[in-house]
């Protein structure tokens, strides 16, 4: 799925498995959504360097609120 965030394009997979345990990454940052998978997000024709966790201001943090 392609999101448009403050001028920024983001390529945003991911996948839901109940059979998983929460994401505790996810759990950590967002409490109320109870996610069991991952999620990906990738900033469309921009290079960046690859972070595991985006500093809470940014715009990743808006995508998966979303």
Not at 12 to 30: A, I, K, M, T
Request: proline share 8%; charged share 25%.
């Amino acid at each position: 799925m392609l999101i448009e965030i403050s001028d920024h394009t983001l390529l945003v997979s991911s996948y839901f498995d109940r059979c998983l345990e929460r994401n505790p990454n996810l759990e950590r940052d967002f409490p109320i959504i109870p996610w069991h998978g991952e999620i990906a997000i990738l900033f469309v024709g921009k290079r960046r360097p690859y972070v595991s966790r985006g500093p809470r201001w940014s715009v990743v943090y808006t995508a998966i609120a979303q």
